[in-house]
């Protein structure tokens, strides 16, 4: 008996994921920016009403819209200055690793580096469901410049 042929993807396929792709890209690009906006309101619009966020460094998990709210305007509200950009962004379908460096001044006017990584699982809209986040210093209080933490 002959092997069956295996499918290979086809190239309609392939440019539906390439467009998916770009089309998260945008979208997260907004969240990173109405975050650093502290437009806590605009940022919940990217949630689902069901979604939960899990914040790996503390171990909590805010799943009501009031807990994200909070849990939002603390990173939004946080800083004198923020800047929050994405490195990199890896769908695999309907989870997305969003890779991100925050830079920023403290309310106490310290300086911060933040690199980070959070799991998205968005819906079909692009919405997240589901998000777990962790990050690491990099060079706060010593220069983000020179950390390597500019970009």
Not at 23 to 46: H, Q
Not at 120 to 138: A, K, M, P, S, Y
């Amino acid at each position: 008996m002959a092997p069956e042929p295996q499918s290979r993807p086809s190239a309609v396929s392939g440019a539906a994921e390439a467009r998916r792709a770009s089309n998260l890209a945008s979208t997260l690009d907004g969240y990173c920016k109405s975050l650093a906006d502290g437009d806590v309101e605009r940022v919940l619009d990217f949630y689902r009403d069901d979604a939960i966020i899990v914040d790996l460094i503390r171990h909590r998990v805010f799943s009501s819209l009031e807990e994200r709210r909070e849990h939002l305007e603390e990173w939004a509200h946080g800083y004198q200055y923020l800047e929050l950009t994405q490195r990199e962004v890896l769908p695999a379908g309907d989870h997305v690793a969003l890779k991100w460096t925050l830079r920023g001044t403290t309310r106490d006017g310290e300086p911060v580096c933040l690199r980070g990584v959070d799991i998205l699982v968005v819906d079909r809209q692009g919405r997240i469901r589901g998000q777990w986040g962790t990050f690491h210093e990099v060079g706060a209080r010593s220069g983000c410049a020179r950390s390597g933490c500019a970009g």
